[in-house]
């Protein structure tokens, strides 16, 4: 059995570990996500817009 990889639609380099994808294009996206970035980066399971950390980037816990 073969694993298949999804390939981001789009990259996009965020300042915050913690953010919001509704996959824009107003109606024509999808329910608003909130994903946290662990490592370096994560994928929306909707979309597949990679978001990236920035290197000099907070970790997004100042609520």
């Known amino acids: 059995m ?3 990889i999804t390939a981001p639609t789009e ?4 300042d915050d570990a913690v953010l919001a994808c509704d996959g824009g ?3 024509l996206g999808h ?3 909130w994903l ?3 490592d ?3 994928m929306c399971p909707y979309c597949s ?3 990236v950390l920035n290197e000099v ?3 997004g816990g100042g609520h």
């Not at 990259?11 to 965020?14: N, P």
């Open 36 to 38: 946290r970035i662990v």
């Open 57 to 59: 980037a907070g970790h």
């Open 2 to 4: 073969t694993a298949t």
């Open 31 to 33: 329910p608003r996500v």
């Open 40 to 42: 370096k980066q994560v």
């Open 25 to 27: 294009d107003g109606a």
């Open 11 to 14: 990259t996009i380099h965020v």
């Open 49 to 51: 817009r990679q978001y």
